[in-house]
């Protein structure tokens, strides 16, 4: 069983920068790595998939809303799963969540808890 631990959130003001950290333990992420991806959802609004790694690391795919100022890696040593994100706008406020990608809209995992960003103006 997999377990994802994400990290990082905080209070920011617009303009501002945060780092997430998404933390995987669990035998079975021995098993081939996968894409992951971070997720964000907001209050109301359903859960999306705003970027996404492949297993080496190599291809990246962003939503539009956060092209250009997030930024996803990952370290597969340490089984962690980062995202950086710069230039943040209030519209960025929301629960942000990390999983491996099954398709667009599924993943392999079950969720962790999350971590809150809440960008002020």
Not at 44 to 65: H, P, T, V, W
Request: with cysteine.
């Amino acid at each position: 069983q997999v377990q994802l631990v994400e990290s990082g959130g905080g209070l920011v003001q617009a303009g501002g920068s945060l780092s997430l950290s998404c933390a995987a333990s669990g035998s079975s992420f021995s098993l081939p790595l996968r894409t992951m991806g971070w997720y964000r959802q907001a209050p109301g609004k359903q859960r999306e998939l705003i970027a996404q790694i492949s297993d080496d690391g190599r291809i990246l795919n962003y939503a539009d809303s956060v092209k250009g100022r997030f930024t996803i890696s990952r370290d597969n040593a340490k089984k962690t799963v980062y995202l950086h994100m710069n230039s943040l706008k209030v519209e960025d406020t929301a629960v942000y969540y990390c999983n491996a990608v099954l398709t667009t809209t599924r993943v392999w995992y079950g969720w962790g808890q999350g971590t809150q960003v809440t960008v002020s103006s």
